[in-house]
């Protein structure tokens, strides 16, 4: 039941259409009997400054929380940044203070290892390829550095892009071996989409599918659709896959308890 005391987290997305989040968020407030509710908003790049503005004086904010293609701009107007993204300066959370401040935090990537570990795939000791270097891609990248994988690799579009992200996280994981290089899934454990493609009819494969072997673990971050190109041509293939579900399910009880 919404009343007037229902605190509302809106999600910012660009389009929103593809979202999956809101029914998991509302169905975990509704089982801890919090009057807490999430609704999609549309919102443009152009305008997400104004957005922002407009949300921090709304006294029954609980916060906002974020995805695509908002999670790297957005940090900029949070009055502070906390965790992994104070380094990576990507967010896919706000919360709102008491006095009207915002802060800034990133669970896209406990939230994945989460869904990894709940669906008895612990990613230390793999072999991790990533494809993208962006918002989710940097929060993955981070929380995998931190579970300890084998040997980590981030793939981009933009190199320098990869290759600025990888001396970000060298410095916090030393003792991991990591670093930018080929789109080539050829010989890792694990392969993980951390982009967009595949969201769209249309997009490229984010890897060349005839590259995978067929004992690798394939990972999406895309949750709409369930199945994802790449899902489906690595299933082909003999490999095993993850969906994009698994992380928004493991990662809304983090969302929420952060918001409360």
Request: neutral net charge.
């Given at each position: 039941?919404?009343?007037?005391?229902?605190?509302?987290?809106?999600?910012?997305?660009?389009?929103?259409?593809?979202?999956?989040?809101?029914?998991?968020?509302?169905?975990?407030?509704?089982?801890?009997?919090?009057?807490?509710?999430?609704?999609?908003?549309?919102?443009?790049?152009?305008?997400?400054?104004?957005?922002?503005?407009?949300?921090?004086?709304?006294?029954?904010?609980?916060?906002?929380?974020?995805?695509?293609?908002?999670?790297?701009?957005?940090?900029?107007?949070?009055?502070?940044?906390?965790?992994?993204?104070?380094?990576?300066?990507?967010?896919?959370?706000?919360?709102?203070?008491?006095?009207?401040?915002?802060?800034?935090?990133?669970?896209?990537?406990?939230?994945?290892?989460?869904?990894?570990?709940?669906?008895?795939?612990?990613?230390?000791?793999?072999?991790?390829?990533?494809?993208?270097?962006?918002?989710?891609?940097?929060?993955?990248?981070?929380?995998?550095?931190?579970?300890?994988?084998?040997?980590?690799?981030?793939?981009?579009?933009?190199?320098?892009?990869?290759?600025?992200?990888?001396?970000?996280?060298?410095?916090?994981?030393?003792?991991?071996?990591?670093?930018?290089?080929?789109?080539?899934?050829?010989?890792?454990?694990?392969?993980?989409?951390g982009t967009s493609l595949g969201m769209h009819a249309g997009d490229a494969l984010p890897v060349d599918p005839d590259r995978l072997g067929p004992g690798t673990l394939v990972?999406?971050?895309?949750?709409?659709?369930?199945?994802?190109?790449?899902?489906?041509?690595?299933?082909?293939?003999?490999?095993?896959?993850?969906?994009?579900?698994?992380?928004?399910?493991?990662?809304?009880?983090?969302?929420?308890?952060?918001?409360?």
């Open positions: 039941m919404i009343s007037g005391t229902t605190r509302f987290v809106p999600l910012l997305a660009h389009p929103c259409r593809h979202v999956r989040t809101p029914g998991v968020f509302n169905a975990e407030c509704a089982g801890r009997e919090l009057d807490m509710v999430m609704v999609p908003l549309d919102v443009r790049p152009d305008m997400l400054a104004q957005t922002i503005a407009a949300l921090r004086a709304m006294d029954n904010l609980a916060g906002m929380v974020i995805t695509i293609p908002h999670k790297t701009e957005v940090a900029q107007y949070c009055d502070r940044l906390t965790g992994a993204t104070e380094m990576l300066g990507v967010c896919n959370i706000i919360r709102r203070e008491t006095d009207g401040s915002l802060t800034g935090a990133m669970f896209d990537g406990e939230g994945f290892v989460a869904g990894l570990r709940h669906r008895g795939h612990d990613p230390a000791g793999r072999r991790v390829l990533l494809i993208g270097a962006g918002g989710a891609a940097s929060g993955l990248a981070h929380a995998l550095a931190g579970a300890g994988v084998a040997r980590l690799t981030i793939a981009n579009r933009s190199a320098e892009k990869a290759e600025t992200l990888a001396r970000q996280l060298k410095a916090v994981f030393p003792g991991t071996d990591l670093g930018a290089g080929p789109d080539d899934p050829a010989g890792y454990d694990l392969v993980i989409n990972a999406e971050v895309v949750m709409q659709p369930d199945m994802t190109p790449l899902l489906a041509a690595a299933e082909a293939r003999g490999c095993r896959i993850h969906k994009g579900i698994n992380m928004i399910e493991q990662q809304v009880r983090l969302l929420v308890d952060f918001l409360i």
